[in-house]
């Protein structure tokens, strides 16, 4: 009988053993369990809030699945954002002018100066860059080789995804696409592209009105005296080829910031019939006031019929430097000044349009006429 009791009380014992250490291995399981599963799960959020895009260079980019600031490494780019929403805008390329603020809204004055990399001088600076902790940076304009690695070596530098989209006249309606997919702004990308490729297709057909042997010769004026300027074909000339002008310049077409130098005999050769001016927007003075007093210029076709006229460029240029989405309404202006037969335009409407949509600024009569009043010439 003792031994009844005995076999069953260690039958019992073994058995609650074997109970409680299955138990203690099951409650192992569920803590471990878990945090493989957290870890897991980790990844799949980290995964979830990027994405790999290919850029319009043909480079494989990750990029976040939501951006919030983001930055350019030109003004080109500063501008197309400011454009698309300026609320992500992290910073601007160069301080803004006193000018440049009659139109851009004083809650975005105070974005810090962070540099660009483009043009003869880059001030970019990769520390400030930083600091403000954009998502992503656009390099928007021209795509090269040089680009290319300096697009790459920003992104290992800041270890920030460098996305490069191409920006001639004839794919802004693509690059906006590509950008609003990127930033998360799909409908106002859309807005803004169809505006750029209707304003592309309204003015071929308006060419096709314009008769052989019609297209005026032109003369785009830079530097402080006039005598610098780009060719046909440059970058920085694509509003006047576009426009339908016939760029007169016969000289190199430079790479990066352009402008080759020409001589007076040069341009009296040529003997434009139209003089487009670029100059400092800020200027108290400056070649396009001084031209029709300047003795070397006064045989020159253009200057005798008093078809100078200088390009609007508030709160940026409209023509070139840098050569933006600015040029869009550029090219509106250009080609109804030198055809007004041909290219039935209201400008002033034009222009209303353009800032209310682009810059998110509706402008009066005044600033309107303020705007045009040397781009018509005198």
Known sequence: MKNKVFLKTITFILTAAFMLAGCGGTDKNKYEQPASSAISQENEVKAEKSKEILDMAGR???VPSEIKKAYAT???GIIALYTLNPDKLAGWGFALSE???QFISEKYYELPVLGVWSGKNGTGNVEEIIKVHPDIIFSIGTIDSSQKDLSDKIQVQTGIPVVMLDAPLEKLDIMYEKLGDIMGEKDRAKELGDYCAK???????FKLKIPHGKQLKVYYAEGAKGLETDPKGSFHTEVLDFAGGINVAEVPKQSGFGRSAVSLEQLLKWNP????VGYDKDAKSGFFKDIYTTPEWKSIKAVKDKKVYAIPNKPFDWFDRPPSVNRILGVKWLANLLYPEYVNLNIDNEVKDFYDKFYHKKLTEQEVKNLLTEARGR
């Open 60 to 62: 494989r980019v990750k």
């Open 74 to 76: 030109s003004q080109i």
């Open 99 to 101: 000018s440049d603020k």
């Open 199 to 205: 304003t592309i297709a309204d003015i071929n057909k």
């Open 273 to 276: 019939e139209v003089i487009v």
